[in-house]
């Protein structure tokens, strides 16, 4: 486990702590959602445990895990990914929070559901629960296929996220975090262009948020209203890096504003890129949902390393980069509380000790999703 001097944590804002609602956070760096695929059968086994918890002893604040699947039968479309239900699921779940906490770190569930994506090949999965039919995939446009979800199948969906949440305060997890990005699920309801809804859920900005708020509000209801919610989001989708769900500040404050009278604790803001920013200024996604949210903002991008996720695909991987002073100053100046770190960790397990110390931080290369050390 790492030991910091009252120095350090006095004067370097990232071992600084923090609080995400009622939770407080050692220091503000957290692990960023990363699928591994590596729970055969949904199941995380020991060696998932023993992953998650080197990055506790390595010094991280808090954990948020590998997107996990919601207890319905259209959530998934991997079935080495975890999945957060079911008696096997659930004790391989509670294995590896009592090996985060043992190590000092707060740890939260991503809660998942692709929605209305194609399988990887592209094929269809047969009916595919979503907001308007619009089914599509990694690299193909949406396009309307199937048929909308009608109110049933919603209170359905919104059952087994609050499920999911329930069992996770049950294990002892800090909160949980909806994967609301990426054009997956909740996505889906968000962006105008899948979601062509005439009812209470779709319509305008404020409008399309309310499959979320409904979802947080049944969480809050089963868990308590101190049960921490965090929720990620981004403006790019897998098959368009371009998209947008909001022009300007006025369109994403509208955004915002029903998801924190829901109950969002934090927003997790993905950006390929940290130091990239929205609007024509230099601010974060993360920084201006703080600004506009009061609530506390997660970045995410590119930490540590030259090239993003996207670019790292062609199998080259990413060399180290030392932006941490430009990180720094942007924490120091109120842009964003927490910064989530994602291939470096996976690269480097004890990231946040070797930063702390000024040491060398290994590259990440793609060879290093083979294993789970």
Known sequence: MVSLDPTALHHDILFRSGHIGALNVRNRIVMAPMTRSRSPGGVPGPDVAAYYRRRAEGGVGLIVTEGTWVPHWSASDDSDAPTFHGDTALAGWKHVVDEVHAAGAAIMPQLWHVGQLLDKS??????????????????????????????????????AYATAALSAKQLGFDGVELHSGHGYLIDQFFWADTN???????????????????????????????????????????????????????????????????????????????????????????????????????????????????????????????????LRRRMERGDFDFIAVGRALIANPDWPRRVHREQPIVPYAQSALATLE
């Not at 619009?134 to 979800?149: E, F, L, N």
């Not at 979802?215 to 098959?239: C, D, N, Y």
């Not at 947008?244 to 890129?273: C, I, K, W, Y």
């Open 122 to 159: 592209g094929a269809s999965r047969g009916h595919l629960f979503g907001p308007s039919g619009m089914t599509g995939g990694v690299g193909i446009a949406p396009t309307a296929t199937d048929t909308p979800a009608s109110q049933a199948e919603i209170d359905a969906v919104i059952d």
């Open 196 to 326: 062509r809804r005439t009812d209470r859920y779709g319509g305008d900005v404020a409008g399309r948020t309310r499959f979320a708020v409904e979802i947080v509000q049944e969480i809050k209801r089963r868990a308590g209203p101190r049960f921490p919610v965090t929720l990620r989001f981004s403006q790019w989708k897998m098959h368009d890096f371009g998209a947008r769900l909001f022009a300007n500040p006025t369109e994403m404050a509208a955004f915002l504003e029903p998801l924190v009278d829901a109950g969002v604790d934090a927003f997790h803001a993905s950006q390929r890129r940290f130091w990239e920013g929205e609007f024509g200024t230099d601010l974060h996604l993360a920084a201006w949902a703080q600004k506009l949210s009061g609530k506390p903002g997660i970045a995410v991008g590119s930490v540590t390393l030259q090239r993003d996720l996207i670019d790292s695909f062609d199998g080259s991987g990413s060399e180290a980069a030392d932006n941490l002073p430009l």
